[in-house]
């Protein structure tokens, strides 16, 4: 049988008290249990923050303490809509390209793999949702199909590429290309910096700028043969021409 681990964090996430105040700093181990124990309790307040949180455990002179923080990933989260029981989230790129990155979020799942058809059609009315809201027409998109993911996760697996050297993340997402005027609006960090000199002078930011994108009716079928359920590809309403642009 089993033996029982004494649990580590209150329902208040906070340290039992035995841990609170230590002579030395705790162990691996229990860094790693305070961690999954803590995103427990914060997901049984709301089952998204398991998967928008993360969780550092810092100690100063005097006690042991846990520090609640949005993960890096989602700090740059410029616009979401929830439907069909997920949240389609808008990403500012963070790497110098004028790009919105598109994933799709459940809130006990987190982000995923592949989507319903219904989830496809929520996605559409996600994407005309923020067209509309920032103005935007003339937008392209580059869409990582299932198989190309499925091939980097095979590399992954082979460890011919560790998971930091990933080109393509596993989940599901797909890139917007919008003005770059836009992008540097609307991310202020790139005030600090001379975009434009950048674009000219270092080759990855050029190739960035330079990728290759598709219109909305052309990605629009990659995503729909990449669905889960047996739905098919075909038009359905709204979905024939999803907005124009």
Known sequence: MTEQVPSMVTEAVELVPSLRQTPNQLDRAAEEQIKREALQVLGALDPILQHIMDIKLVRNERRNLINVRIKSDYT???????????????????????????TVVHPARGKLNRLTSLQLDGLNSAVRRFKDKYGITGD????????ERGKTDELSSSGQVRGASRSHSSHFHLKMRVATDMYKDRFPVLQLINLDALRVKADPVRYQFSRDTKTWEEVWPLMQQDVVDDTPPGPRAGSKRPFSG
């Open 140 to 147: 392209t998109y580059h869409y990582t199909t299932l198989g």
């Open 76 to 102: 740059t989260l410029l616009f979401q809509h929830q439907e069909q029981g997920v949240h389609n989230c808008f990403f500012l790129s963070d790497k110098l390209e004028p790009f919105i990155t598109i």
